[in-house]
C-alpha cells in the first residue's frame, strides 16, 4: 500500500520560505507523477507543481512559478517543495499525491497546513 507522509508545513511571515517533505513508501515510483496540490479555506483543492520521478520533468502552476520549486531525492523516496517569497495567499493545507501514469491509480497524504502572514 503506497504512504504519503508530509512534513514541514507552519507558520511564516510573508516573503518568508518554508519547505515541505513527502516521504513516499510501499513500492517503486518510478512510473509515477508526485505533485502537491494545496486547498484553501472554502476553496476547491488547487495543483501547485508536479515532478515525474523517472526524469524528474517539472511542472508549476503560474501562481508559484518563480517561487517554488519542487525536487525528488531517489535516495530517500522523498519529494520536496522548497517555497520562497510566500505570499499570504498561500495559506492553506498543502497536500502530497502520487499518480501512477499507466495505470492512473491515486494516492493523497494527509496534508500539512501552511499558513503565511501579513
Known amino acids: 500500500q503506497v504512504q504519503l507522509v508530509e512534513s514541514g508545513g507552519g507558520l511564516v511571515q510573508a516573503g518568508g520560505s518554508l519547505r515541505l517533505s513527502c516521504a513516499a513508501s510501499g513500492r517503486t515510483f518510478s512510473r509515477y507523477i508526485m505533485g502537491w496540490f494545496r486547498q484553501a479555506p472554502g476553496k476547491e483543492r488547487e495543483f501547485v507543481a508536479h515532478i515525474r520521478w523517472s526524469d524528474a520533468t517539472t511542472s508549476y502552476a503560474d501562481s508559484v512559478k518563480g517561487r517554488f520549486t519542487i525536487s525528488r531525492d531517489n535516495a530517500k523516496n522523498t519529494v520536496y517543495l522548497q517555497m520562497n517569497m510566500l505570499k499570504p495567499e498561500d495559506t492553506a493545507v498543502y497536500y502530497c499525491?502520487?499518480?501512477?501514469?499507466?495505470?492512473?491509480?491515486?494516492?493523497w497524504g494527509q496534508g500539512t497546513q501552511v499558513t503565511v502572514s501579513s
Open positions: 499525491n502520487a499518480r501512477n501514469y499507466i495505470d492512473s491509480s491515486r494516492y
